[in-house]
Nanobody, 116 residues
Framework: QVPLVESGGGLAQPGFSLRLSCTASGFTFSRYAMSWYRQVPGKERELVASITSIGDNTNYAASVKGRFTISRDNAKNTVYLQMNSLKPEDTAAYYC?????????WGQGTQVTVSS
């Protein structure tokens, strides 16, 4: 059983929107802080956004602040990343991450490509 499964990636034109979803299974989702990371080939994986276990606090990378929104639905074991006003530099593989120290899970990633 894969603990985190992402979906919603794909091709979008600059200025358009995509919503990523990450559904958890096999662990108590509501205990875990959740994050989205992204990675471009040849570069380090970078933190995009994070949300606390109960959703009362969020943080964003400066490059996406004001354009991306992270949210979660603990009843559905799902975390979302709403990506608006997409830019070509948002092109990357996006990974879902769960953390309840010392336990950590990663998703398999979903590709987002922003191109006209």
């Amino acid at each position: 059983q894969v603990p985190l499964v992402e979906s919603g990636g794909g091709l979008a034109q600059p200025g358009f929107s995509l919503r990523l979803s990450c559904t958890a299974s096999g662990f108590t989702f509501s205990r875990y802080a959740m994050s989205w990371y992204r990675q471009v080939p040849g570069k380090e994986r970078e933190l995009v956004a994070s949300i606390t276990s109960i959703g009362d606090n969020t943080n964003y990378a400066a490059s996406v602040k004001g354009r991306f929104t992270i949210s979660r639905d603990n009843a559905k074991n799902t975390v979302y990343l709403q990506m608006n006003s997409l830019k070509p530099e948002d092109t990357a593989a996006y990974y879902c991450h769960a953390r309840w120290t010392p336990y950590v899970y990663w998703g398999q990633g979903t590709q987002v490509t922003v191109s006209s």
